[in-house]
């Protein structure tokens, strides 16, 4: 699932909202079902007069759909020619210590890595905790798959903001 919006005006001021197009729905409508397959858009907001780019997204967790997941973020960011951030679940670790065991998969993390190198993200500090997920069990596992990343140009103006927080 991805959160998005249309382009607007760079001038223009876009609230967080989930579309395409459509209002979310009443307490007493069924949710309408989502379309599984990994699509990013971004959405162009202006601050203090300079666009920036935020795109929210969820990663599926299935193996088969996280490289086209990967390859779409790649492509967003041909279409942020400004400060981007990009923030969501990603259900993808970046680093072994992002879960508290041993079951990972290094060639996913490699994957992930390699994309967030390549598009020069800064990974956002988690204050205060280690990991974002847990299944809840007694002996739960836990993961930091929930991100905020944002490009250089996003905190070169904001450089106080860093952590993003």
């Given at each position: 699932m991805i959160w998005r919006s249309a382009t607007p005006a760079p001038s223009a001021t876009v609230p967080?909202?989930?579309t395409p197009s459509a209002a979310l729905p009443s307490?007493?409508?069924?949710p309408a079902p989502v379309d599984p397959s990994p699509s990013l858009a971004p959405m162009a907001v202006a601050v203090w007069g300079d666009p920036w780019w935020l795109s929210v997204v969820y990663g599926l967790s299935t193996d088969a759909l996280k490289q086209e997941f990967l390859s779409k973020i790649r492509d967003?960011?041909?279409d942020c020619p400004s400060a981007w951030a990009i923030a969501g679940d990603f259900n993808l670790l970046l680093d072994p210590p992002d879960k508290n065991n041993d079951r990972i998969n290094r060639s996913w993390i490699r994957c992930f890595r390699l994309v967030v190198n390549e598009l020069a993200l800064k990974d956002a500090p988690l204050i205060g905790r280690s990991f974002t997920w847990s299944n809840e069990r007694v002996l739960p596992t836990l993961e930091k798959i929930d991100?905020?990343?944002g490009s250089v140009e996003w905190e070169t103006p904001l450089p106080r903001?860093?952590?993003f927080c």
């Open positions: 967080l909202a989930p307490a007493t409508e069924p967003i960011r041909v991100r905020w990343f903001q860093s952590s």
